[in-house]
C-alpha cells in the first residue's frame, strides 16, 4: 500500500470518530477539528465555504462537512502532518477532476453519489466508496437535497485529488511543522487509555 493511498481502518476511524462526537454532542471537540482544519487547510475550509455563495447555505455547510471529512481521513491515516494545499495544487485539482468527469460522460446520467471519475476512485478507493455511502444515504434519508449533492460532488473530489496529489508529492503541498495531534477525550463509557481494561468513567475520570 503506498503512503498516499488511505486505509480503510483510516476511513472508518474518522467515521467513528465524527459520529462518537456528534452522538455526544460534543461541540468543543468539533470546535478543535474545525480550528485545526483553519490552521493547516485554509484553502480547502475557504473552497468549502464558498458553494454557500455559488448555490446556498445548506450546500455551503454540506461542503464544509463533507470537505472536513475528507481532511480527516487522510489525517488519520498520514504519520505527520498533512502537507497543505497551496492555490496552484487546488487550481491544477480543479482542471484535472473536470477533465476527468468530461472524459466519461456516462456518469452524468448515474446517481449522483456514483458520479465519481475513475481516476479519482483509483487513487482513493477506500474514501470514495464511503463517500458515495455517505452521500447515497444523505439523499435518501433527505438529511440532503439532491441538488445540494449534485453541486457538492465534483468540488469534493477536487478537494480529494489536491489532498492526493499533496500527499504523494504528485503536486507538492506547503510542508508543515509537525503537529502532534491531541488525543480526543473518551466517552464515559469507552475503555480508559490507561489500559486498565476498565471504563473511562470509573477510571481516570474519577476525581483524584
Given amino acids: 500500500m503506498s503512503n498516499s493511498l488511505v486505509s480503510p481502518q ?17 461541540r468543543g471537540a468539533m470546535n478543535k477539528i474545525a480550528q485545526r482544519l483553519q490552521r493547516e487547510q485554509p484553502l480547502i475550509l ?12 445548506a450546500t455551503g455547510e454540506a461542503g464544509v462537512f463533507y470537505m472536513t471529512l475528507a481532511w480527516s481521513m487522510f489525517d488519520h491515516h498520514y504519520s505527520s502532518t498533512v502537507p497543505r494545499v497551496t492555490d496552484a495544487n487546488l487550481a491544477a485539482a480543479k482542471e484535472e477532476i473536470a477533465a476527468a468527469l468530461a ?14 471519475a475513475s481516476v479519482v476512485r483509483a487513487r482513493q478507493p477506500h474514501i470514495c466508496s464511503k463517500f458515495a455511502e455517505l ?20 468540488p469534493l473530489q477536487v ?40 471504563k473511562y468513567k470509573k477510571c481516570h475520570a474519577v476525581a483524584p
Avoid: W
Wanted: proline residues 5%; aromatic residues 2%; contains cysteine.
Fill in 10 to 26: 483510516a476511513v472508518e476511524t474518522t467515521i467513528a470518530t465524527f459520529l462518537r462526537l456528534d452522538k455526544r454532542g460534543d
Fill in 46 to 57: 475557504q473552497y468549502g465555504a464558498q458553494l454557500s455563495t455559488a448555490h446556498d447555505a
Fill in 159 to 198: 478537494v480529494v485529488e489536491a489532498l492526493d496529489a499533496a500527499v504523494s508529492e504528485r503536486r507538492p503541498g506547503e510542508r508543515q511543522g509537525t503537529v502532534v495531534k491531541a488525543a480526543e477525550t473518551p466517552g464515559r463509557n469507552d475503555a480508559c487509555p490507561c489500559g486498565s481494561g476498565k
Fill in 135 to 154: 452521500i447515497e444515504e444523505d439523499v435518501r434519508e433527505a438529511a440532503m437535497t439532491e441538488a445540494t449533492a449534485t453541486a457538492l460532488i465534483e
Fill in 103 to 116: 472524459a466519461e460522460p456516462v456518469l452524468a446520467g448515474r446517481p449522483v453519489h456514483e458520479r465519481i
